[in-house]
């Protein structure tokens, strides 16, 4: 083979090393831009709205006198009572499945497979057998409650996923190590595998609240309500949130309640900033105490 | 001479494949007894049927006996928790839990409850002390035991195992993940810990067992083709796999 030959292929291939470079950076800038576009265009047009008797006033059928107060009061409940429900719940279904059932039994195949599935459900269908079961079934009615049930069973398979996953990740010398000094099973889950295993945990489950408190359209169907003049005081009233009362809004033609709906839209990224970095300063300050 | 343990026909098994073959042993008190022979022989296997680690792997069964002071290791209603604290481990890498130094020391006993709080600075010590590791860690006791060498970090799972008093130290290829200066030290070491209690090794080094251990076995494919006086053992076998295996023609 030529000199000559040999350079150009190593010309080719340092040029097809650049080329894909630039395409998978020509990528995530896409994304980046899409965000930073809507990101941008929300601030344009609901800054102007955002004050603070905006954050403490009921809403209005007049946009400059409309405030969220119920639908904030309203999020932080269901999303307060959801993560009580379905944490235990679902890092309590991960220490089962991980450290208690017999991997080979069909049961437990049965289990993984649909936990896997369940994460891919339509939130409208958890929407329609909240219905069902909780509010109409169980006759808890249109309330708070049913509200945080449904949208833990929304969630409960992320928060089993990923508590597996972590739990998975402490290595079986510790374990072995634990067992070998004649600690029981349920010590040394308390002992060295849940410390280890909190940080994924922790993450897993507040990234899986951040989406709960996103969500509209199963919340729809067990009763939210779109427009109230109260404040809830107890897991059976009758409440509405920040996305609902969002979708309210854009609904309306007038051009004022679109500001004041991009304001709301403004408060609820400031919500999800704070329980993502939340998840970030728990995830530091579990992962020093460990390492 | 009295025997610690004594193996009778014991057979083991995963799934369907057997591990171990009728072995026949007697652990001498106070002695060390070394178990050699190439990987996958089953002499970690053996070891882990005297602690019943073999519990926490599904589809493993055990047949036989194990005699353990006049106790049925084997048998399915007896107290493993009882038995992993008078029957201590250290394992092929050093496993410290992500915790003080002191933590680990105490992680056995605090969670047994059956030292009182006030002693429990003084066990720290005498474990410590035992693994000949107090001098080294003393003014540190509360950084996390990461913060130790591999060396150290072996000899801290070995003060965690002695902590619960046991009476027996399984040992299962402790110096395979450490440098010639920390096995050297382990070494020692259990010259040190045999007076007071029997140890059981497992070693992928015919010179570690030849140095330090009073008895030796020697596995082959599941089965205990020779065990006696590691000196008998290694100038005299009676098997020809033995003396084929110690003087390196295979394995």
């Given at each position: 083979m030529g000199k000559t030959s040999k350079r150009r292929r190593l010309a080719q291939r340092l040029f097809l090393n650049k080329f894909f470079e630039y395409l998978f950076l020509a990528a995530i800038l896409l994304s980046i831009s899409v965000l930073l576009i809507l990101v941008g265009d929300v601030l344009r047009k609901g800054l102007g709205s955002l004050d603070w008797s905006f954050i403490t006033s009921m809403p209005s059928s007049r946009p400059e006198r409309a405030g969220i107060l119920p639908a904030l009061l309203g999020t932080l409940w269901v999303i307060g009572l959801t993560a009580l429900i379905s944490i235990p719940v679902g890092v309590g279904t991960a220490i089962y499945l991980e450290e208690?059932?017999?991997?080979?039994?069909w049961f437990f195949r049965i289990m993984n497979i649909n936990i896997g599935n369940l994460a891919g459900v339509p939130s409208i269908v958890y929407g329609i057998l909240g219905l069902t079961v909780f509010v109409q079934l169980l006759k808890i009615g249109p309330t708070i409650l049913a509200g945080a049930l449904t949208l833990s069973l929304l969630i409960l398979p992320v928060i089993i996923v990923s508590s597996v996953e972590a739990i998975k990740a402490v290595p079986s010398s510790v374990k072995e190590g634990s067992y070998a000094l004649g600690v029981s099973r349920w010590r040394t889950i308390t002992g060295v595998i849940l410390p280890m295993a909190l940080p994924g945990i922790l993450t897993g489950s507040i990234l899986a609240l951040s989406r709960a408190m996103g969500e509209a359209a199963p919340l729809i169907m067990v009763g939210a309500v779109g427009f109230v003049t109260f404040l809830p005081d107890g897991i059976l009233d009758r409440y509405t949130l920040l996305p609902m009362l969002i979708y309210n809004w854009t609904s309306r033609p007038q051009d004022a309640f679109a500001q004041i709906a991009a304001a709301g839209i403004i408060v609820m990224m400031i919500l999800l900033l704070i329980t993502n970095i939340t998840a970030i300063l728990l995830r530091r300050k579990t992962q020093n105490r460990v390492e | 001479m009295t025997n610690k343990i004594k193996v009778e026909h014991l057979d083991f098994y995963y799934g369907n494949f057997q591990a171990l073959k009728d072995i026949n042993m007697d652990i001498h008190q106070n002695k060390i007894t070394a178990l050699i022979g190439p990987s996958g022989c089953g002499k970690s296997t053996f070891i882990k049927t005297m602690n019943r680690m073999f519990d926490l792997i599904d589809g493993t069964k055990a047949t036989g006996s194990i005699s353990f002071d006049g106790t049925e290791l084997l048998d399915k209603n007896l107290d493993v928790v009882q038995l992993r604290k008078r029957i201590g481990m250290v394992f092929q890498k050093p496993n410290p839990f992500p915790k003080s130094i002191e933590e680990n020391v105490l992680y056995g006993v605090k969670r047994h409850g059956d030292v009182p709080k006030s002693e429990w600075d003084e066990l720290v010590k005498t474990s410590l002390k035992k693994a000949s590791l107090w001098t080294e860690v003393e003014h540190k006791l509360n950084q996390s035991a990461f913060s130790l060498s591999g060396g150290q970090q072996q000899r801290l799972c070995i003060a965690r195992a002695l902590a619960t008093k046991p009476e027996v130290l399984l040992m299962d290829e402790p110096t395979s993940a450490l440098d010639p200066i920390a096995t050297a030290k382990i070494e020692e070491l259990l010259e040190e810990l045999k007076k007071e209690y029997t140890v059981i090794i497992v070693t992928h080094s015919m010179q570690q067992a030849a140095r330090i251990s009073d008895y030796t076995g020697f596995f082959l494919n599941g089965e205990l083709i020779e065990f006696g006086l590691t000196k008998t053992v290694f100038s005299n076998p009676t098997d020809k796999r033995t003396e084929d295996y110690i003087t390196g023609r295979f394995g």
């Open positions: 208690y059932a017999n991997k080979r039994s | -």
